[in-house]
Every structure is written in C-alpha cells, then in structure tokens.
C-alpha cells in the first residue's frame, strides 16, 4: 500500500495511530512504505540500512523475491483451511525443517511466544503423564525472554520487567537460576523438575551467548536425571548465528525446540519441534490453533528456509559476524562487543547512553535498537556485506562522536 494511492499524508497515518492504536512500542518518526533487501524506504523514497530486520525476521532479506512469488502463488490456491484437511505447504515444510534439522516432529504456531507457550506445555504435559502429577517444575535463566503470555512471561526470569509487572502472580512452576552457571542451575532444580528452558544466546537480556561449558553440561545433567532440555530458538535459529539453528554450534540437541521469527521470511509463524517420544504428549484436544500452519504462512517458510540453505546464509552470519565484531570493537567507547554470527551486541562505557545512539543512527538512516541504557543489538539480513557493515560502522561513529 502506497501513502499517494490513500490521499493522506505521513501525518495523517501517524493521528490515525494516535487514535486508534494501543502502543506498547515506542515509535520511529519515520513511515516505512517499502524494503527490498538491506534497505526500508519511508513514502518519499528516502532509503534506511537496515540492521534490525523487522526483529532477525527478514534473515534472506526484506521483501526476498522468492519469498513473495511463493506467497502470491499460494494465495491464488488456498488462502487459508481449518486443520482437518491436508494441505501441501505444511507437508513440504514439515519434512524440510525436520530433516534439516533434525528432529522427528513438528507443531505448527503463529508467532515466537505461541512457539514457547506450547513447549512449555508439552514438557509439563510430559512429566505429568510419564513421572507423575507434580513433575511439571521448570528452570529458566535469570535475564532470559521468552514471550508475553502467561506461561511464556513466567518463564522470563526477569521479574521488574514490564511484561510481568501489573498482571499478578506468574504462572506457578517455574524457578530462574543465572544464566552461564552450571552449578546454579544443577541446584535450582528438584524431584519435582522435568525441564530446562533456555536460549543459546540471552538476546533481550543484552546478547550473551552460553558458554561450551554450561550447554553441554546442562545436557547432560538433563540427560542424567530424566529431565528435558528446551531451547529457545526463536530469535536465534534459521541461520542468524553462523549455524542453522544454535544448538548446532555447541554439538548438542534439544528435546525440544521453539523457532519462529526467520523461518517466515516476513509471515507470522512459528513451531516446535520435538523427539518423538516427547512429541506424543500432545493429543487431540491437548492443544491446538486456528491458524497455525497457515498455507500462506508455510509456504513463505519453505521458500526462505531454501534461500537460506542454498545460498549458505549461515556462513555469511559467521563470516560478516566476525568481520563486523572485529570493526565493533574499534569504535570509541565501546566496553565489549558480543556475537553469535550475525546476533551483535555492542556495550557501551557510562559516556553513552544507547537509546541516545539507535535515534541518532536513525537520523542517520540507520535502524538499529537499543537493550537497556547500554547495549546496541544489532540483526541486520544475513545478505549483508562488508560493505554495508563498513556503512553501519560510519554511521555509528558518526553518532557517537557527535554525542559524546
């Protein structure tokens, strides 16, 4: 949609907001109107590097040409069916993702917190039906994220967080440990735990990536005690972080995973997928959603899943991650770089302020977020380039300077 085709001005799209929308985000001044690969382009054509990527969505970038031919093709076939017939889409991506990945099943969802909701509930589904009724008690790491519903918000182990304050007492059965601690984690859980919730890498929580130690010890320690070990992929998986999904990174495998975010290239989506043996807790009527596996929506996934693959994407997270941490880390006032392939953080000293940063690189015409009062998280497309790192990098000098 075009703002000339709808006769109104940027500032009329912006009033109608004002009025009409609840805002939970604080806005951009800036009307998005197009993207195509590393830019968005606001209604007067003026282009923006974007190294957000709708929130490590648009991993094969912002409107991939595959991606939106599979989308347009799909809509002139089904729109959208209930669950009880066969669709191909869903069938297609189901051994897709599986197979690359794998893991033996696949629960179709709409977003990363649906994704979560439901692995939290398979796991406790699963310790009630196989150990008994109170083995549904979860560990997660302080300072993770994993959604905005109520079980998902439980298990944020970040308890003067806005998604968990105002709504009452969390979900009952969850205990949050700190995250790299083994130890910690081996003594938060008891009798009664069935699981272990993390992500490889804490990307609200700063972006930290788990260490080799604490990920292959928590294997095992789940391995060892009959326990389940959960991981959070949505923003990590699809490549983001120099493998295909993280957990590869470490040479381990979850029980179960969550993804969503980039496997859509752009549509909502996401899932779990889960052990076999794991998978069997969910049942006819245990759990279910209108509109999870929505052709569209699979067939958008199976075409960026492809891209993604053929055109190696993981390698170019890992290749341009390490290239752009490298130039990161000359900028001034800078404390400490941290990345996984293509998920970057920048920290900054006590000079800077970050949000003061991501608005003055939006002046700049670059998008970029800030964690907190200290941190810059960065996910551009995994197209990107050196060239546009070194863009990125200016910018970003250029603000600092100009702030500090």
Partial sequence: MKLKDTKLTAQDIKDKVAKYMIETYERFDFLAERADGMYLYDE???????????????????????VVAAVRDQVGDIMHTFNYPYTIPQALLAEKV?????????????????ANEAMIKMARKYGVETYGPNRYHIVTAKMGFHGRTFGSM???????????????????????APYNDLEAFKNACTENTIAIMI???????????????FATGLRRFCDEHQMLLLIDEVQTGWCRTGAVMSYMNYGIKPDIVS??????????????????????????????????GHPV????????????????LAGNAKGMGDYFAA???KLPHVKEVRHQGLLVGVEFDDILDAVEIKHGCLERKLLVTAIGNRVIRM?????VSEAECDKACEILQDTIVALA
């Avoid at 923006?48 to 094969?60: K, Q, T």
């Avoid at 599986?98 to 990363?112: A, L, P, V």
């Avoid at 496997?263 to 069997?280: F, H, Q, S």
């Fill in 44 to 66: 007067k054509g003026t282009p923006y590097l974007d190294f957000y990527a709708g929130i490590a969505v648009n991993s094969a970038g912002n409107c991939n040409e595959k």
């Fill in 98 to 114: 599986c197979e690359t990945i794998g893991m033996d099943k696949i629960f179709y969802q709409n977003s990363g917190t649906e």
């Fill in 154 to 176: 439980s298990a944020t182990g970040q308890p003067g967080n806005g998604c968990q304050i105002g709504f009452g007492p969390m979900t009952y059965g969850f205990s949050y």
């Fill in 199 to 213: 992500e490889l890498v804490q990307g609200e929580g700063g972006v930290h990536p788990a260490t080799m130690e």
């Fill in 259 to 292: 993804m969503a975010k980039a496997i859509g290239g752009g549509m909502p989506i996401g899932a779990i997928c889960a052990t076999r043996e794991v998978a069997k807790s969910f049942t006819a009527g245990s759990h279910g959603s209108t509109f999870g």
């Fill in 297 to 312: 929506s699979c067939a958008a996934a199976l075409a960026e899943v492809t891209e993604l693959l053929e055109r190696d």
């Fill in 327 to 329: 130039k990161l880390e």
């Fill in 379 to 383: 996910v551009p497309p995994l197209i």
